[in-house]
């Protein structure tokens, strides 16, 4: 799919991360917008439409729903602007843009920026970057957005995968030197609008198609649009941009708003899989020489279990809770999937076995425990893994870097990172062959089951699931 548009240079707003809270932020731009509001009817309307109880009351509801605070101003501009496009009135209509304004502005000031809304992307453009981290996406304005057009990353960097779970084109790997803002460019993406067919050939193989979330709106969108469950709900997004560690109340809280929206169909929830390119600005900072090679996902989780534990907690909680409510959705199994990330050996398993059976000896009932494969080292011991499994789920796109030595985020050894090399190829096939002698599941989560050229090759080798990186009805 290509699509052009004027171009909007990113400019990273303060830190990136949570410097102030909402209650703070809204202050700040509240004095702001008075201060301006003095002789221009502009600002005054903008101030008029802040002091609107509904804006509060929308960004609070989604704290309450357990979102981080940037996640919760996000949804709820979302939602706002979502609601004034679609009234009837061309003026009214008009509007979105202003409400875009002030989430803006409220959203600079929470990341440390001033709040004067310099960081608002305007309508229609096409936002250049020289690299995006995961951290930046919960201020970008996606619904604004026509495109978005990047130097570095590759196909399964995660603002890829963001970019595209919205609906958003995005190129990697694109010389953007010299391009300033308005100038006309072009976005080339080869894998957006490709999903419903891939959804359609997949079932028609027997296949289940689920579909990849990083909130709880996209768990919404993807079973509204027919997935038969969630294959990846990846839950370190949730709490990636806020200041302090989330309780296991919070976890417990979005997690049955999950398992509810999935309505006893599979929510394949990962633990929270930090480090690499992702960091909880909580913790304290420890650089590592090679961040890929080291603490992250599993490995994160068992050194820091302050942060491991509640999560755990709350997703036992969770899945306790939605029983009592909707006993008939466990009859077959539990609907919570709890997928541990960057499995190198079966003992990381089995500690994560003992953790839950601390926290309820019954915890089998409650859930179904499975590993994501995306280490070789779990794709080799494949079938000692499976022993220790409820599942397996394949991420395709960590083991398509570590198999291939080729960094996902690195557009100088995009040539390498291949997940069609014939040494990928051999993984999967020797994975799902481990599962199937096993009698467990294994699906595939990564991007390359959101790969039209990939479709035939995955129902050939015998998956039994795709998720996909978006559905829509
Ligand atoms: C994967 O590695 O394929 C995967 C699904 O996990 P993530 O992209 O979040 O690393
Ligand atoms: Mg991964």
Redesign the pocket.
Known sequence: MTVKGPAVLFKRPGSGTAARSFDEAFGLVRSELERQAEGNPVFAAHLEMLDDPMLCDTVKDNILAGMSEPEALAAARDSIVSMFEHIDDEYLKARADDVRDIFGRLRAAMTGGTPGGESVIPDGHILVAEELFPSDTAGIDFKALRGILCHKGNN?S?VC?IARAKGVPIQVGADISGIKDGDTVQVDDPLAGRLQSIASKARAAGLKVYV?AANLAEIRAGMDAGAEGVG?F?T?FLFLNRSSMPSREEHETIYREALLACAGKPLTL?TM?VG?DKELPYLPVTVEDNPFLGLR?IRFSLKHQDVFLPQLEGAVDAARSVRGMHPEWFEEGSPLHLTI?MVSTAEEILQVRDILSGIAPDYRSLLELGI?I?TPAAAIDAPALAVESDFF?????????YIMAAD?CNADVAYLYDPFAPAVRKALEFTVEAAHKKGIPVGI????ASDPRATGILIDLGFDSL?LSRLEG
């Open positions: 399964t995660h995968i990849n990846i990846r370190e990962r899989d690499g996902g990330p994501m995306e789920s394949v991420g395709t796109n960590d083991l398509t870097q996902r989560c990564g991007e390359l998720s």
